[in-house]
């Protein structure tokens, strides 16, 4: 299983809130519901992410053994 809880923790470190994603970086409601719910994104929008918050992957997502 995918999990996005890395991205959580990277928004915090970088202090940018999910409100100054939808404002700032116009980043959807949707797609914040997807990373909040594990739910699939495309490697596109993990490349974008990964721009916005200037990191590596694995520090959005983490491959969890079911």
Do not use: Q, W
């Not at 699939?40 to 491959?63: A, F, H, Q, R």
């Amino acid at each position: 299983m995918i999990s996005y809880e890395p991205f959580y923790i990277t928004l915090k470190e970088k202090g940018i809130t999910t409100y100054k994603l939808i404002k700032e970086y116009n980043i959807s409601r949707s797609l914040l519901d997807r990373l909040k719910h594990n739910k699939p994104i495309s490697t596109v929008t993990l490349n974008d992410l990964c721009g916005i918050l200037d990191c590596k992957v694995d520090e959005i997502i983490v491959y969890i053994k079911d």
